[in-house]
């Protein structure tokens, strides 16, 4: 055990002094930073002045003065008292005193409106809200002018109540682009600090620290040692990214955004804790799998085709359990939950979903244990027969006859 604590605490200083492994960090947080600032940068780049961000020219008197009626709160307008032209009101957005105008005109026999804006670049069509309530202002209007009574009038706009309903007898709850994003961050984490074994293994073959390795300690020793301590790391660089994310969008989101792009009510003690449980299940089942292939190739530059088989696996698991988020309730998706390469991506979604009953947690953790015994088992004994391997990258029959070996 206090071998296992010494080269934990080794690979561990040796994995937080790296130059890559700090920079990607600080990146990692920047852009994060940073991405939760996207809607802030654009605000001040397009120069938003709160109290006058639309002026409405009626120049046809259409609206017969009730122009005032429109909802201030959603639009915040400003009705112009003169007639403007078009270089009238482009002077005027020059000049920063409004942001974009509704020119209102009326041809013949119909109503022609002019949404004008600085640059229509990013803009699909007239926003929704302008056009919903223009023309709720202008049907109120035309029905105050037939004088129908109030039964009449709630004869022709009834309230429609609108819902959803499923046949399915399981029910799924929870914002699935939440789920979907931090599935995402599941994978990357679990991934990359699996990835890191790899090449910590073949990095140290290079460089001769193996031998000394070997030399001081067990090759089972080794492997446990490491993989824990890269895992460590991972877990704390995980923490401090999400940690970030919270606090990034908790200071520069503003609430009613983040609540319907990221809507955290299904987050609880016991799904951060499930969660944390499957990243080191999850790390532990493709760490051990990279520790295998860095001990079969001697070169740095060969890592990247020794893991690809791996790779592909990852992929595979993390896509089973991506897509099927799209329809929680399937089959497909209860199997992701508790196939060993994708359960660590998909079962505490599935709990966040409130679709994964505490026996389907204890299956699927059952599962994974079963799994990282066995590949560990596999994983130590080929890795004690090749680690010393100087020679040409191992092929499949190679590491097949070693694992045979006694």
Request: charged share 15%; hydrophobic share 50%.
């Amino acid at each position: 055990m206090k071998d296992i604590i010494t080269i934990m605490k080794f690979t561990m200083k040796d994995m937080v002094k790296r130059k890559s492994f700090i920079i990607s960090t600080i990146i990692i947080l920047l852009l994060i930073v940073l991405g939760f600032n996207v809607p802030n940068i654009i605000s001040s780049f397009s120069g938003e002045d709160e109290g006058k961000q639309i002026l409405i020219v009626d120049a046809s008197n259409i609206f017969e003065g009730n122009l005032e009626m429109l909802p201030k709160e959603e639009m915040n307008y400003e009705i112009a008292s003169e007639n403007l032209t078009f270089e009238q009101i482009k002077e005027k957005m020059e000049n920063e005193e409004i942001n974009s105008a509704l020119m209102i005109e009326k041809e013949q026999n119909d109503i022609k409106i002019r949404y004008i804006v600085k640059n229509a670049m990013m803009m699909e069509s007239v926003p929704e809200t302008l056009v919903n309530a223009i023309n709720t202002l202008y049907t109120n209007m035309q029905i105050a002018k037939l004088g129908l009574s109030a039964e009449q009038l709630e004869s022709i706009t009834p309230n429609f109540e609108f819902s959803i309903e499923q046949t399915e007898e399981e029910e799924a709850s929870g914002n699935v682009f939440a789920m979907m994003l931090m599935s995402i961050v599941l994978f990357y984490a679990i991934y990359f600090c699996a990835y890191q074994v790899s090449s910590s293994i073949t990095t140290e073959k290079t460089s001769k620290i193996m031998e000394t390795l070997v030399t001081s300690t067990s090759p089972t020793t080794i492997v446990l040692g490491k993989t824990i301590g890269i895992g460590l790391v991972g877990l704390l660089q995980m923490l401090l990214i999400v940690a970030t994310a919270l606090i990034s969008a908790k200071a520069f989101v503003e609430p009613e955004l983040l609540e319907a792009v990221l809507d955290m009510s299904n987050i609880t003690p016991y799904l951060g804790i499930v969660t944390i449980i499957y990243f080191i299940l999850g790390y532990f089942t493709y760490a051990l799998l990279y520790a295998l292939t860095g001990s079969t190739v001697s070169k740095p530059e060969d890592i990247q085709s020794a893991n690809s088989p791996v790779a592909i696996l990852a992929v595979i698991g993390f896509y089973l359990s991506y897509f099927t988020m799209m329809n929680p309730t399937s089959k497909l998706n209860l199997f992701a939950s508790l196939f060993p390469i994708s359960s660590p991506f998909c079962m505490p979604f599935r709990i966040m979903m409130g679709l994964a009953s505490g026996i389907d947690v204890l299956i699927s953790v059952a599962i994974l244990i079963v799994t990282i015994l066995i590949i560990a088992k596999i994983a130590i004994k080929i890795y004690s027969n090749a680690i010393l391997n100087y020679g040409t990258k191992m092929s499949l029959k190679d590491i097949l006859k070693m694992y045979k070996e006694k």
